[in-house]
């Protein structure tokens, strides 16, 4: 089946500790993207990848680092300078800037 | 003035209602226009694009209107299952500093009641 895994579905961590969180598709896709949703807000964009080895940051990067190795890969570390990691965080990816697929989310709990 | 703006929610509606939401947008030049659709605690998925001529899928009409800068999603015969959060997503014609072309709106959550 074609589409987007991300895991954990669920995290806990410890304040004061960098998490990764994972990001994979099989859809060919070459831009992937990083939303955190907190809750009873919109969708805020972290960072976003159009290709291989190249990502931008978006309207809330700090704290937060990605890489772009391969193109079926796009991993978001929640740094310990993110003053308030707790948040639903979604993976996307579209083909070029169209229609965007969303990973299920993994919640990260820090406390 | 936010590049993307949604109807405040919540909308309560009785089963078997009409219900329309509004999403505008500040950017004339933008390209493309999506509703999404959120249930509580899952991702985002795709609920209908939004073409110029207006399109309708079902239950769902999407209308696009250019001069006013808005979309807007009709459901009618509302079902308890339509409950979720509503996304616009407007694409292009942003200049943001980031060249970040794709906004979200925050959302518009509906509740149908039996």
């Known amino acids: 089946d074609g589409g987007i895994t991300q895991s954990p579905k669920y995290l806990f961590r410890k304040e004061g500790q960098n998490v990764t969180l994972s990001c994979e598709q099989n859809?060919?896709?070459?831009?992937m993207y990083w939303y955190r949703q907190d809750p009873g807000q919109g969708l805020r964009l972290i960072y976003y990848?159009?290709?291989?080895?190249?990502?931008q940051k978006g309207d809330i990067a700090e704290g937060y680092s990605v890489s772009r190795e391969k193109k079926e890969s796009f991993p978001l570390t929640v740094t310990s300078a993110q003053k308030n990691p707790t948040a639903f965080y979604l993976c996307?990816?579209?083909?070029?800037?169209?229609?965007?697929?969303f990973g299920p989310g993994t919640r990260l709990t820090v406390t | 003035r936010k590049e993307v703006e949604q109807d405040p929610g919540p909308f309560n509606v009785p089963e078997g209602a009409t219900v329309a939401f509004n999403c505008t947008y500040s950017?004339?030049?933008?390209?493309?226009f999506f509703w999404y659709r959120q249930d509580c605690r899952k991702e985002p998925k795709l609920l209908m694009s939004?073409?110029?001529s207006g399109n309708e899928d079902g239950r769902f009409t999407a209308q696009l209107n250019r001069a006013s800068q808005y979309i807007s999603l009709l459901i009618r015969d509302s079902k308890l299952s339509d409950s979720a959060t509503y996304l616009c997503?407007?694409?292009?014609?942003?200049?943001?500093?980031?060249?970040?072309?794709?906004?979200f709106g925050s959302g518009t959550q509906l509740t149908v009641l039996p």
């Open positions: 996307a990816s579209s083909l070029g800037t169209g229609r965007q697929y």
């Open positions: 859809l060919n896709h070459d831009a």
């Open positions: 990848s159009q290709i291989v080895n190249d990502f």
């Open positions: 950017n004339s030049a933008s390209q493309s």
């Open positions: 939004v073409y110029s």
């Open positions: 997503v407007v694409i292009g014609g942003f200049s943001s500093g980031s060249a970040r072309q794709l906004t």
